[in-house]
């Protein structure tokens, strides 16, 4: 089974983690090594980004991937979701065959959850989104369980399809020594835009009918208040306030 699994890194503006791979991603690329493990087959990973991406690239290829694909072009820049896709549709038909795409349910960045629905109506797949459990039992389809806000509901598929995961599908592997070793010896391919045939109306800034105004950062404060004196009249006036509060 070949797989291509999009990816994208850990912005420099979140929070320092320990893998270079947006979170949902990492997950994805679990399912696609597991898979690969079942049945055989290649994982490729693709990812449209700056060069500083092949941090995630060279991670995703430690833990077994067997291809890496950068496309970077300055003429990417300023993507929204709808030119992100476009770029990755064009980068996935420049691959040629596979069985299945498979991606992060959202980013841990704009969370739009945009992206993987886009790439599949560009390739005119099917599609599931917010997929908690996948069961593929051959090549040819996949029972996926769909998160919904108060259940689940489960859809069968018929592959190839684009399916994009959340978090708590799987528990991502990390990296061994042998497979960074490995790593090394795989070659992390470069694309520009001309490589992959994307038309310049259609992609970076200029393919994008949505633009970000501004960022607004809202910081939420727990209330405290504390409470001086002996620890059984600390303590009194304590429960006092919580009956006055409702919580007991």
């Not at 696609?32 to 990812?47: D, H, N, P, Q, Y």
């Not at 929204?80 to 065959?97: F, K, N, Q």
């Not at 797949?125 to 593929?136: E, N, Y």
């Amino acid at each position: 089974m070949d797989i291509i699994v999009c990816i994208r890194r850990v912005t420099q503006e979140q929070e320092p983690r320990q893998s270079k791979i947006n979170p949902p991603d990492r997950n994805a690329l679990e399912e696609a090594l597991k898979l690969k493990e079942r049945f055989s087959g290649k994982v490729i990973v693709l990812t449209m980004d700056a060069p500083v991406a092949n941090g995630a690239l060279e991670e995703a290829l430690a833990v077994g991937a067997d291809e890496g694909i950068l496309i970077c072009d300055n003429s990417c820049s300023g993507a929204d979701t709808l030119a992100t896709a476009y770029t990755l549709t064009c980068g996935v038909r420049s691959i040629g065959h596979f069985d299945l795409i498979l991606c992060g349910n959202e980013s841990t960045a704009g969370a739009t959850g945009q992206v993987g629905p886009q790439l599949a109506e560009f390739l005119e797949l099917p599609h599931v989104t917010h997929a908690r459990q996948m069961d593929v039992s051959d090549e040819k389809s996949a029972l996926v369980e769909r998160a919904l806000e108060y259940g689940y509901m489960k859809v069968d598929i018929q592959l190839p399809a684009v399916i994009a995961v959340v978090r708590g599908i799987n528990r991502p592997r990390l990296p061994t020594v042998t497979g960074i070793m490995e790593a090394a010896e795989k070659e992390v391919k470069v694309w520009r835009a001309d490589d992959i045939g994307a038309e310049s109306h259609n992609i970076g800034l200029e393919g994008s009918p949505t633009c970000t105004l501004g960022e607004i950062e809202k910081r939420y404060e727990r209330g405290r208040e504390i409470f001086t004196g002996p620890p059984e009249e600390s303590v009194k006036k304590a429960v006092t306030k919580l009956k006055e509060l409702g919580v007991i």
